[in-house]
């Protein structure tokens, strides 16, 4: 087991004990956690298993001229470390911050070992019945979605209140139900909207998550990509709709443990989303956060690593706190923590 030593480490705050800005620390990451040290004694430690967000940024110089950090020492890198209750700062001096991540990614792949992708997902179990009635009663709601899906289809607020119908089956764990009300409702929107219509395909794409969320991967995965092909010349490769039902072809590769296709998809939709909507747009950073997670997944520890980097770099300021920010912190901290497996 080897350790990464990081010098010249200054501690700004954070800490609900420790008030005082301590200079010349050195940082020691190991499998244990980080691990913040003077010359004879230890200072602060943080576990992994405790550790919330990870962080390294440029520094600011507003920050640097509140604090006992020397001027000069601006083009080190800051160190956040997240945990329950509050946010670790330290000034790292002399390694500027994509030294220092590259640093500590270099490091946690050195000590992880070979990567490791998740399995495919397992099927669901199968449906416990406590005796003949509730067979009975299954029975009854499988016929009641059935007939629902085959009704007459009016209007498009009917469509949207049966595939929220559908939907509220597959997130209560009755996938039956939801596959018997998707599959004639997909045949009555292509008979009412016709067969390419967005809706159309949205009913579709219900039909493929619903199928996989069932166990059924190869019935999910041809939908889905039929949806696709479909929408491409359509709706244009680099259309919203398109884009969206491509990433979740992606998530059904991903489930299935096809992770070479998921990937190759997510990176379509960063490409096309990059040249319609720019680097920086929150729409493309969402489909890069996809890629990086896929990524991590499939064993890929290093680049999904550089891609949560790029997300939280992506991100200005006023939205340290949205939801893509924060989830590529807690990412990047399960990430350097070398024990973590898929």
């Not at 049966?162 to 599959?183: K, P, Y």
């Not at 990176?267 to 319609?276: G, K, L």
């Not at 890629?291 to 340290?320: H, K, N, S």
Request: with cysteine.
């Amino acid at each position: 087991m080897s350790a990464l030593s990081i010098p010249d480490v200054t501690y700004l705050g954070g800490h609900p004990h420790r008030t005082d800005e301590t200079p010349a620390l050195t940082a020691s990451v190991d499998r244990s956690g980080i691990v913040l040290r003077r010359r004879l004694r230890r200072f602060l430690t943080v576990r992994w298993p405790d550790l919330r967000g990870l962080e390294v940024r440029r520094p600011h110089l507003f920050a640097i001229m509140l604090s006992s950090v020397p001027l000069g020492a601006g083009d080190g890198a800051t160190l956040h470390l997240h945990l329950d209750h509050g946010v670790y700062r330290f000034h790292v001096g002399g390694t500027d911050a994509a030294a220092l991540r590259e640093l500590l990614a270099s490091w946690v792949v050195r000590e992880a070992g070979p990567p490791e992708p998740l399995s495919a997902m397992p099927p669901p179990p199968a449906r416990q019945f406590a005796g003949p009635l509730d067979v009975v009663r299954t029975s009854l709601d499988v016929w009641r979605a059935a007939g629902l899906g085959r009704e007459s289809l009016p209007s498009r607020s009917t469509l949207a209140y049966r595939l929220d119908v559908a939907e509220d089956h597959r997130r209560c764990g009755r996938f039956i139900e939801a596959i018997a009300l998707l599959q004639p409702l997909a045949e009555a929107a292509a008979q009412a909207f016709g067969p390419v219509d967005e809706d159309t395909l949205k009913v579709r794409n219900a039909l493929g998550q619903a199928y996989l969320a069932a166990g059924d991967v190869d019935d999910g995965l041809d939908v889905l990509r039929e949806i696709v092909v479909t929408a491409e010349p359509l709706h244009g490769t680099d259309g919203d709709l398109t884009l969206v039902l491509r990433n979740n072809l992606a998530v059904g590769y991903q489930q299935a443990g096809q992770y070479a296709q998921a990937i190759d998809l997510h990176e379509q939709n960063v490409r096309h989303s990059e040249r319609n909507h720019g680097r920086d747009d929150l729409r493309t950073v969402g489909r890069r956060n996809n890629l990086a997670a896929t990524l991590a997944f499939a064993g890929y520890r290093e680049r999904a690593i550089g891609l949560y980097w790029e997300v939280l770099d992506a991100m200005p300021d006023a939205d340290r706190d949205h939801n893509l920010a924060v989830t590529a912190r807690q990412n990047l901290a399960v990430l350097h923590n070398p024990s973590w497996k898929p």
